[in-house]
């Protein structure tokens, strides 16, 4: 018999396998089980290294649900709700945001991770509430105008190629 730590749940495991040997095929040799880590703290180490090949510009956040869902199947760490990301970035008129609800089922950012796009808000939060999540929010605030200055200098630069 094996056991779990307590509190293990079933999303938490990456892997689950059963070796044998033997012909029989019943008598198990080993028993490995892989949890996964919150994947948002490697995500704002990762963001903040793009930053920085940036030259501390924001990076854009493609919204490819196909690539970004997986990345945050769940979070360890809870958001808080109203999400007030937006007001506190002083967009105008940005309101705070309660769960997101679709039919009778309330979607959980830890539970749920981004499990549509209506949970863009919670991954923000959750970003938010990470200790070294002010720059990455920050960053992602400010690369729409970031991408437009680039583009404003490419353009710039193309009047003296010849």
Not at 99 to 122: K, N
Not at 129 to 152: H, I, Q
């Amino acid at each position: 018999m094996t056991t779990v730590p307590v509190g293990t749940k079933v999303r938490d495991l990456k892997s689950f396998s059963i070796r044998t040997i033997g012909g029989d095929g019943w008598n198990v040799d080993a028993l490995i089980v892989q949890a996964l880590g919150d994947p948002i703290p490697n995500w704002i180490a990762y963001y903040l290294s793009a930053m920085n090949l940036m030259g501390g510009r924001g990076v854009a956040l493609g919204t490819d649900m196909n690539g970004l869902a997986p990345q945050f199947p769940y979070s360890l760490r809870p958001v808080h709700y109203p999400i007030d990301v937006a007001r506190k970035q002083n967009v105008p008129g940005a309101r705070d945001l309660a769960h997101d609800t679709l039919g009778a089922r309330t979607f959980e950012f830890s539970r749920d991770g981004v499990a549509h796009v209506g949970l863009l808000p919670d991954f923000m939060g959750a970003l938010s509430e990470d200790p070294r999540g002010g720059p990455v929010v920050n960053g992602l605030y400010r690369s729409a105008a970031d991408f437009v200055e680039m583009w404003r200098k490419i353009e710039e630069g193309s009047h003296s190629i010849h």
